[in-house]
């Protein structure tokens, strides 16, 4: 087989993700992946503007991680996690709850993000009904929320702009509110705890930025209110963590900017640095308490085949092993300054609605209609991998990347948004 082969047999019989296979530019083949930069078969390289779907937080390829995943697979590469336990899971369960805050020390693994969310959904609704509260079942999610694909994480996700409006009428109905962000918005917002937390199990947000719903932000101030209305309501916080944790947004995790802890949080993305799927879904001590009993029903029963995976605990514990030793957090602060200092002025852009920066996340939303599909192959041509959806052109690179790379990044999408002005303009 030439080195291309592959690709033409095997695009007949791939099924792609949020793709319409029908229209979509055909994908671009990969063959190799280094530092900031995805190199093609053809010979390109490209920048990685959004480190693979928020995960290569230490670029690619980094020497360190994939020896601790080179040495794991010689001695352990993957053992079931019922009964039996290894020491990269335990070591990895006790880092993080170390570095987590308050008493957020029990830490059950998935494998997907998704998944995780599930898990928190089902700590918290039975950490009520294994204290009698049956009608404790509803969450509470805020609009722009994304939270997984899979069915009960879907009906948490913005009904009008989030992608699963098609399975409404399969989903369990959950309750949708606004963030508090002005007074008459906090008010609101504890009216609905208020009136509903017989029925509430749980409110479950992403921290300072929600993500694949529009990279939408807000501030400390909102998750402290989000906070302590819950505190006051006797309902649980879940915190989505999975974009947001390691780093992104500033501090190692979001919550930390309000100096609060959720009773529930969730983490993926990021925790084995975009090398090996792998997910934790961390209680505080009192959720993990109300499974405790002389009753084997108030078990949480639960438990993926791949939990816990060797191979991706070990790449997790060498993740954090770069962020204790790089100075990762002072590598998001640079990227944040340059981004506000080459990316804000894209404000004066025809059909450039907003620019929003926090830690090392860049974002434009654009008004009106926007051609994906040609953007996507603009920035591609331009030696640059940028994948907008809905209306928001944005960046969340490697923490390691070069000064002159997120130049070459931001000078891209000014390029692009610039070209898409003038033909609006025509
Ligand atoms: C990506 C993401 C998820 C889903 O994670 P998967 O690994 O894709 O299942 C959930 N919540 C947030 C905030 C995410 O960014």
Not at 262 to 283: E, Y
Request: one cysteine or more; charged letters at 20%.
């Amino acid at each position: 087989m030439n080195s291309t082969d592959w690709l033409d047999a095997g695009l007949e019989h791939i099924w792609l993700p949020y793709t319409q296979m029908a229209t979509a530019n055909p994908p671009l083949p990969v063959v190799s992946t280094e530092g900031c930069r995805i190199r093609l078969a053809d010979g390109r390289s490209l920048i990685d503007g959004i480190s693979s779907w928020w995960t290569a937080c230490h670029g690619y390829n980094d020497a360190h991680i994939r020896t601790a995943i080179v040495h794991q697979i010689e001695r352990l590469p993957h053992v079931m996690f019922a009964g039996l336990v290894h020491e990269p899971a335990l070591t990895l369960a006790k880092r993080l709850a170390d570095l987590l805050p308050g008493d957020l020390e029990r830490v059950f693994f998935t494998e997907s993000g998704s998944v995780s969310v599930e898990v928190a959904l089902k700590m918290a609704i039975q950490y009520w009904r294994n204290q009698g509260q049956t009608e404790r079942t509803r969450i509470i999610y805020f609009r722009h929320g994304y939270h997984g694909d899979t069915f009960a994480t879907m009906a948490l996700c913005d009904p009008e702009e989030g992608m699963h409006a098609l399975f409404a009428d399969s989903m369990p109905s959950q309750i949708m509110a606004e963030l508090p962000i002005t007074p008459e918005m906090t008010a609101a917002f504890a009216r609905v705890l208020n009136t509903q937390a017989a029925r509430v199990a749980a409110v479950i947000v992403e921290p300072l930025v929600q993500g694949a719903g529009g990279m939408k932000m807000h501030d400390a101030e909102c998750l402290r209110t989000i906070a302590s209305t819950c505190r006051a309501n006797d309902t649980l916080l879940i915190c989505d963590e999975i974009m947001t944790g390691f780093g992104r947004t500033g501090t190692l995790f979001a919550c930390e900017a309000a100096g609060i802890v959720p009773d529930i949080i969730c983490l993926s993305k990021a925790l084995t640095g975009g090398t090996l799927p792998l997910a934790a879904t961390v209680a505080r001590k009192h959720i993990f308490e109300a499974f405790l009993g002389d009753d084997p029903g108030m078990a949480l029963m639960h438990g993926p085949t791949y939990m816990a995976n060797p191979l991706a605990c070990a790449a997790a514990n060498a993740s954090l092993d770069l962020f204790e030793r790089k100075p990762r957090l002072e590598q998001v602060a640079a990227i944040e300054q340059q981004l506000s200092a080459e990316l804000s002025s894209c404000r004066e852009i025809a059909g450039v609605a907003d620019v929003r920066i926090k830690g090392a996340i860049g974002a434009v939303e654009l008004s009106g209609a926007i051609d994906l599909n040609g953007l996507r192959q603009r920035f591609a041509e331009l030696g640059v991998w940028i994948r907008p959806f809905g209306n928001v052109v944005y960046l969340m690179p490697p923490f390691v990347i070069h000064e002159a790379e997120l130049s070459t990044l931001c000078a891209a999408i000014h390029q692009v948004l610039g070209e898409r002005a003038a033909t609006l303009a025509n």
